[in-house]
């Protein structure tokens, strides 16, 4: 969804009219009457999902009980989700994390040191700062294979080690690295480039709300979920588990940025429908789930 969409249907289904349409978004009249007819269905469907919204935390933790829950696509059989969905793509290789030197802050001064950081100087990340961040908090470090079931470990828990995350970067100062959003492949740790340049950055941090940071730090982690890897086992309740998983890897970010004389701020408020946009995602089958900038401390 673009931003004259999102910003069309946020404001038509709060109820404003034609006028404060047009006054508060920009759009000229034509364009106004083109989202009337396109959108007529989605503001349709916003109207009728508008009273659900107002309860679905409660139901979503009831309805997610295991008394609720049936034979799971892996009991019935069904195919095993790859554990990984990277996009095809020239791979920039990263340096070995067993080739980088390691860091000389102790744990407890890590877990005693870390506050969110919001502003970040202009001192670029290195390759292998890099590297030892996506170690932390995203690469493979054993792949298995069984029976119908294929399985990635990685530094962080997740619940039946299915890993339900793609990991993308916006890399705005790491050396060696131009500007642009890559995707980062956790098996192969190398990037693969999805589009460069500074456009990318200006619809991230819009997509973001205007939180800077995810445009002044070094690089901002985008992960997105892809529900039916762990659905596959553990079906609608898998949906809490996306969560907790993100969280486990937002703080290994925090600490392996402590560790660097960096930090990182999570952020949770940004626009999904235009922070999938930015990624190529459709919502659903794959979302953005939790943004996390990084950069050195000022
Ligand atoms: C799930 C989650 C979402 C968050 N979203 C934002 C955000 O969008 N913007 C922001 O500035 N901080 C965000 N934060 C950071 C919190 O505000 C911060 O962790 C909290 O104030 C505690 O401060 P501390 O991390 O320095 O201990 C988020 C933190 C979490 C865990």
């Given at each position: 969804m673009n931003p004259k969409t999102y910003a069309y249907l946020w404001h038509k289904s709060r109820g404003a009219n034609r006028a404060e349409i047009i006054r508060e978004t920009g759009l000229s009249p034509q364009e106004y009457e083109e989202l009337e007819r396109a959108q007529a269905q989605t503001l349709e469907q916003i109207k009728r999902d508008q009273h659900r919204s107002e309860t679905i935390g409660p139901d979503f933790v009831r309805l997610t009980r295991?008394?609720?829950?049936?034979?799971?696509a892996q009991m019935q059989g069904k195919p095993c989700p790859p554990v990984i969905n990277p996009p095809s793509g020239e791979l920039i290789p990263l340096p070995k994390v067993d080739e980088l030197s390691e860091p000389t802050l102790s744990l407890k001064q890590a877990i005693l040191q870390r506050r969110s950081l919001r502003e970040y100087s202009a001192k670029p990340f290195t390759l292998q700062e890099l590297s030892f961040m996506l170690w932390t908090s995203c690469q493979v470090n054993e792949l298995r294979q069984g029976k119908n079931i294929e399985i990635t470990r990685r530094q962080v828990p997740s619940a039946g080690s299915r890993h339900p995350f793609e990991c993308h970067l916006l890399i705005?100062?790491?050396?060696g690295i131009p500007t642009g959003l890559y995707y980062y492949h956790p098996i192969q740790h190398g990037l693969i480039l999805r589009e460069s340049g500074p456009d990318i950055a200006a619809r991230v941090l819009e997509a973001c709300q205007d939180q800077e940071m995810v445009v002044r730090s070094a690089f901002t982690l985008i992960l997105s979920a892809r529900p039916y890897r762990t659905a596959w086992r553990y079906q609608q309740r898998s949906y809490r588990y996306l969560y907790v998983d993100a969280g486990h890897v937002g703080q290994n970010v925090h600490l392996a940025a402590e560790a660097l004389n960096a930090g990182s701020c999570m952020v949770g408020a940004f626009t999904d429908e235009l922070l999938d946009a930015c990624l190529g995602l459709d919502g659903i089958e794959e979302f953005a789930i939790y943004v996390m900038p990084v950069g050195k401390k000022p």
């Amino acid at each position: 969804m673009n931003p004259k969409t999102y910003a069309y249907l946020w404001h038509k289904s709060r109820g404003a009219n034609r006028a404060e349409i047009i006054r508060e978004t920009g759009l000229s009249p034509q364009e106004y009457e083109e989202l009337e007819r396109a959108q007529a269905q989605t503001l349709e469907q916003i109207k009728r999902d508008q009273h659900r919204s107002e309860t679905i935390g409660p139901d979503f933790v009831r309805l997610t009980r295991y008394i609720y829950g049936g034979a799971s696509a892996q009991m019935q059989g069904k195919p095993c989700p790859p554990v990984i969905n990277p996009p095809s793509g020239e791979l920039i290789p990263l340096p070995k994390v067993d080739e980088l030197s390691e860091p000389t802050l102790s744990l407890k001064q890590a877990i005693l040191q870390r506050r969110s950081l919001r502003e970040y100087s202009a001192k670029p990340f290195t390759l292998q700062e890099l590297s030892f961040m996506l170690w932390t908090s995203c690469q493979v470090n054993e792949l298995r294979q069984g029976k119908n079931i294929e399985i990635t470990r990685r530094q962080v828990p997740s619940a039946g080690s299915r890993h339900p995350f793609e990991c993308h970067l916006l890399i705005n100062r790491v050396e060696g690295i131009p500007t642009g959003l890559y995707y980062y492949h956790p098996i192969q740790h190398g990037l693969i480039l999805r589009e460069s340049g500074p456009d990318i950055a200006a619809r991230v941090l819009e997509a973001c709300q205007d939180q800077e940071m995810v445009v002044r730090s070094a690089f901002t982690l985008i992960l997105s979920a892809r529900p039916y890897r762990t659905a596959w086992r553990y079906q609608q309740r898998s949906y809490r588990y996306l969560y907790v998983d993100a969280g486990h890897v937002g703080q290994n970010v925090h600490l392996a940025a402590e560790a660097l004389n960096a930090g990182s701020c999570m952020v949770g408020a940004f626009t999904d429908e235009l922070l999938d946009a930015c990624l190529g995602l459709d919502g659903i089958e794959e979302f953005a789930i939790y943004v996390m900038p990084v950069g050195k401390k000022p």
